[in-house]
């Protein structure tokens, strides 16, 4: 069975990304990374933070304070790949790395 699944598993990792440009993420926008595509699965302004954070579907390989872009109405806005959580008992912890 190990196989079969394994023949339809998607090669991609679920993270956070951050953006260090105006704007704000949605679901499904593009995400370009320099190991290839991804897509945004949510994303909001942060009230929070003061920024738009999301979770995304990217590339393997892709880590922890790479920079990548979203595509935000036709746009390349820059935004950086974070671990998760963004924000611990009301405290932002958004790293980098």
Do not use: N
Request: overall charge positive; aromatic content about 6%; proline content about 6%.
């Amino acid at each position: 069975g190990r196989e079969a699944i394994e023949q339809f598993a998607d090669p991609k990792v679920f993270i956070g990304l951050k953006l260090l440009d105006r704007g704000v993420m949605r679901a499904h926008m593009a995400v370009r990374t320099a190991k290839g595509l991804g897509e945004v699965t949510s994303g909001t302004m942060s009230p929070t933070l003061g920024y738009s954070i999301g979770f995304a579907r990217l590339p393997i390989g892709v880590m922890p304070g790479d920079a990548v872009e979203i595509d935000i109405r036709g746009k390349w806005v820059p935004a950086e790949v974070c671990k998760l959580p963004f924000v611990r008992q009301g405290a932002e912890v958004v790293h980098a790395k």
